[in-house]
């Protein structure tokens, strides 16, 4: 029988390629983010090309009356998550701290820090229930180590990796394994949405060195939640060629 993984952020980057990639070995999906139209489009992509089931979830990670009535509200059959994926996040802003803009502050917290909790408070019920699942946690190198002006950002992937390991202690007794991904500089929407939709200074970001693509990450969630049943991946960090630290790429 299909296994199900369930997928924040799906509507682009990470989490479309990750969609793709567990199409492939034949997981059913529940792909969720904001974006209707782009969950639609998937959605047909996945059916037609891979033969396997989806379910579309459109909610702000953020409005925690909407995450918790979109995942009450699925069906007995696709609450039996056997990974879930939380990707949804951003960055916003590149500032000193001095100067930060309040909103983007709340935004990064809301969404990479509450966001996560709200819906793995969904779903760890569901995996308890069933003394199983994976959890999949997307920090970042960002929550390794901090950078000049990645301040709150810096911060809300540090709140990731605490969650993730506080994750992997209390859920130890429910057979429930979590594991954490942190990639280096992935070319995506990501920094067209932390610079607010400047496309040039986005594009500015992967100039000049080979980043990661959102396959590269894809790739290794699948190496993850592949392993054996007795295997648990708890840490990766994995970073494009070039880059060996936050501030250390050869460009
Ligand atoms: P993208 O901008 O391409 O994708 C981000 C995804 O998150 C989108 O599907 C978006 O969906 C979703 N999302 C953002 N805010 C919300 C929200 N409030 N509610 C629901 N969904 C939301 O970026 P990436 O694929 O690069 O980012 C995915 C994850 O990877 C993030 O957690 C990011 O921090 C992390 N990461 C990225 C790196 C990079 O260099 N790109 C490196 C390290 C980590 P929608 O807008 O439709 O809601
Ligand atoms: C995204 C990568 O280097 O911009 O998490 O923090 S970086």
Not at 173 to 201: A, Y
Not at 202 to 218: H, M, Q, R, S, T
Not at 230 to 238: A, E, G, L, Q, T
């Amino acid at each position: 029988m299909s296994k199900i993984a369930f997928i924040t952020g799906a509507t682009s980057g990470i989490g479309e390629a990750t969609a793709i990639e567990l199409a492939k070995h034949d997981y059913n999906l529940i792909i969720s983010g904001r974006r209707a139209g782009r969950l639609v489009e998937l959605s047909k992509r996945l059916t037609s090309e891979y033969g396997i089931k989806v379910q579309t979830l459109v909610f702000d990670v953020r409005v925690r009356e909407s995450v918790n009535d979109s995942i009450n509200a699925l069906s007995e059959e696709w609450k039996k998550i056997d990974v879930l994926v939380n990707n949804a996040g951003l960055a916003s802003g590149l500032d000193p701290i001095q100067d930060g803009d309040v909103e983007d502050w709340e935004k990064m917290i809301d969404t990479n820090v509450k966001g996560l909790l709200y819906v793995s408070k969904c779903v760890i019920p569901l995996m308890i229930e069933r003394k199983k699942g994976h959890i999949v946690n997307i920090g970042s190198i960002a929550g390794k180590e901090v950078y000049a002006n990645g301040n709150v950002y810096c911060a809300s992937k540090h709140a990731v990796e605490a969650l993730t390991k506080s994750m992997r202690i209390d859920l130890l007794k429910e057979g429930i394994k979590v594991t954490s991904i942190s990639p280096g500089l992935v070319e995506t929407e990501f920094s067209q949405v932390r610079f607010h939709g400047d496309t040039e200074r986005a594009a500015a970001v992967y100039k000049g060195f080979e980043p990661l693509n959102a396959e590269d990450i894809a790739e290794t969630i699948w190496f993850v939640v592949s392993r054996p049943a007795h295997v648990n991946i708890n840490d990766m960090i994995v970073m494009p060629t070039v880059q060996a630290s936050s501030v250390y790429i050869n460009k």
